[in-house]
């Protein structure tokens, strides 16, 4: 198995706990439509449990880090659901940048120690 295929096998298996999780979480119910992803009920939180360390994580990068940065984001309503791909874009760089704003950080859409640690907190 070559790295590339070894990659896309984690990712997709990341995927696929995130998905189980939600639907323990109760996230994932009613009828299902890839037009319009549900959204997480008031006052619930998925569990985010791609990955668990604060290597920097920044536009262009993919895979767990970046479904941990947005899986947390999500449950801060900075980011919709159905944005959480695991592929750091604009829509990701421009949702890191708001949290960033709002609590104080530097506003560089970067994802470094102090960032994991407030979206942590």
């Known amino acids: 198995m070559n790295a590339r295929?070894?990659?896309?096998?984690?990712?997709?298996?990341?995927?696929?706990t995130a998905a189980a999780?939600?639907?323990?979480?109760?996230?994932?119910?009613?009828?299902a439509s890839a037009a319009e992803p549900a959204a997480a009920p008031t006052g619930t939180v998925a569990a985010c449990a791609y990955y668990s360390g604060t290597a920097l994580t920044v536009y262009g990068q993919h895979g767990a880090r970046v479904s941990q940065v947005q899986c947390l984001l999500a449950n801060r309503?900075?980011?919709?659901?159905?944005?959480?791909?695991?592929?750091?874009?604009?829509?990701?760089?421009?949702?890191?940048?708001k949290f960033q704003s709002r609590h104080h950080l530097?506003?560089?859409?970067?994802?470094g120690k102090k960032t994991w640690r407030a979206?942590?907190?």
């Open 5 to 16: 295929t070894r990659r896309r096998t984690t990712t997709r298996a990341a995927v696929l």
């Open 21 to 31: 999780g939600l639907l323990t979480a109760g996230l994932l119910t009613g009828p």
């Open 77 to 97: 309503r900075y980011l919709p659901w159905g944005d959480v791909t695991g592929n750091f874009g604009p829509k990701t760089r421009a949702a890191v940048k």
């Open 106 to 111: 530097t506003a560089d859409g970067k994802v």
């Open 119 to 121: 979206l942590y907190a």
